[in-house]
């Protein structure tokens, strides 16, 4: 049991990670040690109509056989609106048991609310909205627990049979560089259909001496096998203890696929701390998003609730 609850609490740190970088201002800790989270939601992030307070305690037991504990805070939120919403909630955690859903949560509260505000008056101002006029009501998920999924399979297969090679190199992007405390960071994009292709973009970002001189290349990739439905995916620290493993995490989350990214960082001579991952995934978030590699919701769920994934075996190591 021990173990369970030592890799929920790594996937546990990971999501809010990614959740703090998708999310922005929007996300906040109320009790980081209880972990307990709120994320405001609304239809129309500059001129909202409708808005929701998503409160979520992630208990021990989540991912692996437990969901999350939430509360829906909304004065307008009542009667056979909140069980829909509910229980389209209670579905998606049947479907991804064991996954981390919270994004897939806050996507599909978002859609109902944009649903809403097409079909609907306008909502109340929310800006007005005071404390007091929260709804004080916890709705728990009342579900019958499956056995959780199995761990994902590392499948060490030979790769070129699955997945064809393409020899062209693909067309790589750069993003706009963040700067704290005098570390620099800067996310590259490219699409992928094949190992050899990942190679070939790490091959032609170190041609530039400004990058191979950095004091991390992180990268992760995900490309996806349409013959078997599965994704083929790696990531690589490049000394950065775990930053690889967080990027590809919130590569999972957005549910991009065919996709590399490189996060280069020149390190500053001042210690960052937690807040260096911030930026590392900040800059992948945002030319994912810029480049259109980010899939809609929907698509994201229907992706998680049937995934399988199998990684490459070749691992560099620093």
């Given amino acids: 049991m021990a173990e369970v609850d030592v890799g929920n609490d ?74 829909d919403l509910t ?4 579905e998606i955690y049947i479907k991804n048991i064991g996954e981390s859903i919270l994004y897939l949560w806050v996507e ?54 699955r997945v064809p090679e393409i020899e062209e190199l693909p067309p790589i992007d750069h993003g706009v ?16 259909v094949c190992p050899k292709q990942v190679k070939m973009v790490l091959a ?28 083929l995916q790696d990531c690589e620290d490049d000394g950065e203890t775990a930053a690889g493993g967080r990027l590809l995490h919130l590569m999972e989350i ?9 996060v280069s960082r020149w390190y500053g001579g001042i210690l960052l701390g937690p807040d260096r991952f911030k930026h590392i995934n900040n800059c992948a978030r945002n030319i994912l998003v810029e480049k259109n590699f980010t899939s809609s919701p929907e698509e994201s769920s229907k992706s998680l609730g049937k995934k399988k994934v199998k990684k490459d075996k070749k691992r560099s190591e620093h």
């Fill in 177 to 192: 560089p963040i700067t704290d405390r005098r570390s620099t960071f800067q996310a590259h994009v490219a699409p992928v």
């Fill in 108 to 161: 599909k509260i978002r859609d109902v609310l944009i649903q809403k505000s097409l079909t609907e008056e306008p909502g109340p101002d929310v800006k007005k909205k005071t404390e007091e006029e929260k709804v004080k009501r916890e709705d728990k998920l009342t579900v019958k627990y499956h056995q959780p999924k199995t761990a994902v399979r590392t499948l060490n297969l030979n790769i070129s049979e």
């Fill in 254 to 262: 957005l549910n991009v696929k065919n996709v590399m990214v490189v």
């Fill in 10 to 83: 790594q996937k546990q740190n990971e999501e809010i990670e990614a959740m703090a970088a998708i999310y922005g201002e929007e996300w906040c800790a109320i009790d980081d040690t209880a972990k307990i989270f709120c994320i405001r939601i609304s239809d129309d992030i500059d001129d909202p109509k409708w808005t929701v307070c998503l409160q979520v305690n992630l208990p021990n037991e989540y991912p692996g056989t437990a969901p999350p504990v939430y509360q829906l805070n909304a004065p307008w939120l009542k009667g056979q609106e909140r069980a």
């Fill in 87 to 90: 229980n389209s909630l209670e």
């Fill in 204 to 231: 032609k970002l170190y041609e530039n001496k400004k990058i191979a001189s950095a004091t991390h290349n992180i990268y992760a990739y995900r490309i996806y096998c349409e013959d078997k439905q599965t994704f």
